[in-house]
Structure formats: structure tokens, C-alpha cells
């Protein structure tokens, strides 16, 4: 009994020892196998070590295993820790990385915003990248101000903005606004085409709303006043700061022109009545001229029936002869 009792433990130690082993084997290959991942994130790891955007070495290696750029997720997160955006946490980078952003981008754009005080945190602007949208370029839109050409010639061909006053003269006009971007629109908000639609539109309208086109030359910023008073920027991804007339000059008389045109027409509409009440009046003349024919052949058979009737009447004994 005691020989069986010290044969099972003996083979349960046997089996533990085993098992240890096997533990101890898979935990080297393990390791082995972190250790060759991690060699290549190293130098990688120990500059984001010193320069204090801790980023663990597990983290890096599952980094690799997701395929995730560590070079690209450490740089911007040195990047980030060095301007003091600490809560910008590595999993949102790694996140944004797969979702196929810019994440050097992003962060430059969140370092930039957070020198100049501008609100923008990290969803905002990932949101931003994710939609297509240059939000490096959006920041420095709302820092420094952006001028826009309207009419843009590059895109739609024309040079000018065409008007007409009341009095019908015509107005060229050119302007500039200036805008800076409006980052709680800019994901769904209207583009730059959008605001010179609307400047344009807005211009043509506040020329044609003159009495004279020598109001809109004595002032052009009435015009300008006029158009920034409509709040032209609404749902768009930009803020208008101020609307300049570049240029404006004198075109056709559109009044005069259409007057004449109307002239002509009607000299036209009188033409054709006339040459109409002429048609009518020679084939009245005709009608007049047929009737009359018709009269005479008329009076003509009557004077043939004349002298049958006396032939009748002197047979009958009706006609006499009288004498004096």
C-alpha cells in the first residue's frame, strides 16, 4: 500500500513537473517572440520613454500586431505631450490610424488651436479629417482670415457682377469677402461656392434695390452694408468678417436698350395692323368693284326686257298712239 501511495506521487509530480515545463516552454517562445517584435520598437519606444509620452512596450508590440504605425503613433504623441495636450489618450490615435485619418494631422491642427485658445478637441477634429476636410488648413482659416474672389473668374469664367439699377444702367461690380472658418460647421457646412452664390446674388439684388446707378457710385460700401446685413454666412463652414467692393464700373444702358427694343416691336405691331387694315381695304375695294359690276349687267338685262314688253303691250292692243 505505502509502494502504490509513493508510485502516484511520484507520477503526479512527474505530471507537474511536466506541465511546468511546458508552461515554462510556451512562456520563453512567448517572450522570445515579444522580445524579437519589441528589438524593432526599441530605440522607438525608449525616445518616447525619455521625452515623457510613456507608451508601453505591450502596447507597441500590439501595435504591430494590428498593424498600426508605432512611428506614427509615437511621433504624434510626443508631439502632443510636448505642446500639453496630455488627454489625448494613444488608443483614440490607434483608432483614428485605422479608421484611415491623418493622425500627424490631427494633432498638429489640435497644437495649433490649442496656441491660438480655440476650442477644438479631439472628436471634433478627427470628425473633421474623417469627412475629407483639411482640419490643419481649417485651423489656420480661423486664425488668419481667408479672402475670397467674387466672381471667382478660375471657376465660373465671368470676371464680373452685373446689375441693374432702376434707372436701367448697368453695374459691373467686383468684391472680396473675407471669412474665416467656422469649425462647429465646418462637418455638413456649405463650402466657398456656397458663399459666392450668395455674395453674388446679394450684390445683384442691392444694385437692382437703387433708385440710380449713381447711389451705388457715390457709395459703394452701401451695397457692401446691404449684403453683410443678410447674414449671408448661415449654415455655412465659414464666417463672413467683411464684404469689400473691389471694383465697380459703368456698363449699357439695359433701360434704354429695352425701350428701344419695345420701340421697335411696337413699330412692328403698328406695321403689321396697317398692312392688315390695307388687305382689308383692297379686298373690300374688289368686293365693291364686283357688286358694282354686278349692278350694271342687272341693269342691263332690264333694259333688254324694255322693248319686249312694249312689242307684248302693242300685240295686246295696251299700247296707243295718241295724237295732239
Sequence with gaps: MHLVDSTLLFAQG?????????????????????????????????????????VGPLQMVVMKLKKVNPQVIVDSRIMSVQAGLKNI????????????????IVVRSLVAAHRAKIDLDWNTAAAIDL?????????????KTKVIDCPDSSRHGRSTLDGVARDGIQLKARARVTVR???????????????????????????????????????PMLIAKTVLDKGLDSQTAYEIVSIDIADIDVGD????????????????????????????????????????????????????????????????????????
Design 14 to 54: 512527474t505530471f507537474l513537473s511536466v506541465l511546468l515545463i511546458c508552461f515554462l516552454a510556451v512562456f520563453g517562445l512567448c517572450l522570445l517572440i515579444f522580445l524579437g517584435m519589441f528589438a524593432s520598437v526599441a530605440a522607438l519606444w525608449f525616445r518616447a520613454f525619455m521625452s515623457g509620452a510613456m
Design 89 to 104: 489618450s494613444t488608443n483614440a490615435m490607434e483608432s483614428h490610424y485605422l479608421a484611415g485619418g491623418n493622425v500627424p
Design 131 to 143: 469627412a475629407g476636410r483639411n482640419v490643419m488648413e481649417a485651423v489656420q482659416t480661423s486664425v
Design 181 to 219: 472658418t467656422n469649425l462647429g460647421q465646418l462637418i455638413g457646412g456649405a463650402t466657398e461656392e456656397t458663399i459666392i452664390a450668395r455674395v453674388g446674388e446679394g450684390i445683384v439684388s442691392a444694385i437692382g434695390s437703387c433708385q440710380t446707378h449713381k447711389e451705388v457710385l457715390a457709395n
Design 253 to 324: 444702358n439695359v433701360g434704354a436698350r429695352l425701350q428701344a427694343d419695345q420701340a421697335e416691336a411696337d413699330v412692328r405691331i403698328a406695321r403689321a395692323k396697317a398692312e392688315e387694315r390695307r388687305a382689308q381695304a383692297v379686298a373690300r375695294e374688289q368686293e365693291m368693284k364686283a357688286l358694282t359690276q354686278e349692278h350694271q349687267a342687272e341693269v342691263v338685262l332690264a333694259e333688254a326686257e324694255i322693248p319686249k314688253s312694249m312689242a307684248e303691250a302693242y300685240r295686246n292692243g295696251s299700247l296707243r298712239a295718241t295724237g295732239r
